[in-house]
């Protein structure tokens, strides 16, 4: 007997199936190695760009876009928190205030990124825009700043928390254009390859290019074809 997605799923829906065993993965690792866990990260962002170009070269089948959501809430959500929670707790250890404080912030996080993305399942992945910052940003700041070596819970806490309010936001996030998401990804594959000082260079490059859509992109960012 075949699994039931056996003829129902497309080239696509693999690519995100994968996506959400990358955010799982992405988890055990921010306990072990945060290095690591924010690099499965940046592939799991990889991944969730290719499944998109897939789908419009090849199709999609119907349940593609609540798979994407799903795989988002792993990737992108779950795991990014924890990755600020080991390195919370990696510095200051089990703080009945901070480290709470920062468990909570992340907690917040999810909550968010998880209402975010059932927003946008609903109204808004159909439009070449979106409200809110897109989950997948959100956990590339924060996997890039690691890898850049901003691995400091006093950085990254209060940006988990800027990034949680920002996703519920109505504050309107054009798509990339293929020739910009063409640039982001071979940068963010660099930061994911290269190890020490070159793949710090590469991370901050895409936490520079990441930090540089989120507070311009909604004003700036041109919106021809």
């Known amino acids: ?22 955010g799982f993965l992405a988890a055990v690792a921010a306990l072990v190695d945060t290095t690591l866990a924010a690099r499965l990260i940046l592939l799991g962002a990889v991944a969730d760009g290719l499944d998109g170009v897939l789908a419009r070269q090849f199709g ?21 928190a924890l990755l600020v929670v080991s390195v919370v707790l990696e510095t200051w250890g ?10 909570g912030l992340c907690a917040l996080f999810v909550a968010m990124g998880v209402t975010r993305l059932g927003l946008y399942t609903a109204y808004d992945s159909k439009s070449d825009s979106t409200e809110g910052v897109p989950t997948t940003l959100a956990a590339t700041i924060l996997s890039a700043g690691v890898l850049a070596g901003f691995a400091d819970p006093l ?38 390859l290269l190890s020490g000082y070159p793949g710090e260079v590469f991370a901050f490059g895409l936490l520079f290019l990441a930090l540089g859509y989120l507070f311009l992109g909604p004003r700036f960012y041109w919106r021809g074809t």
Request: net charge negative; with cysteine.
């Open 60 to 80: 999609g089948s119907d349940a593609g876009p609540y798979l994407d959501s799903l795989a988002d809430v792993a990737s992108f959500c779950v795991a990014p």
């Open 155 to 192: 950085v990254l806490v209060p940006l988990v928390a800027i990034l949680a309010v920002m996703m519920v936001t109505t504050i309107n996030y054009p798509d990339l254009h293929w020739q910009d998401a063409l640039v982001m990804g071979v940068v963010q594959a660099l930061a994911i």
């Open 1 to 22: 007997m075949k699994p039931r997605f056996v003829g129902h799923f497309g080239l696509a829906d693999y690519v995100t199936v994968s996506n959400a065993a990358l």
């Open 94 to 103: 089990f703080d009945p205030v901070r480290s709470w404080a920062g468990a």
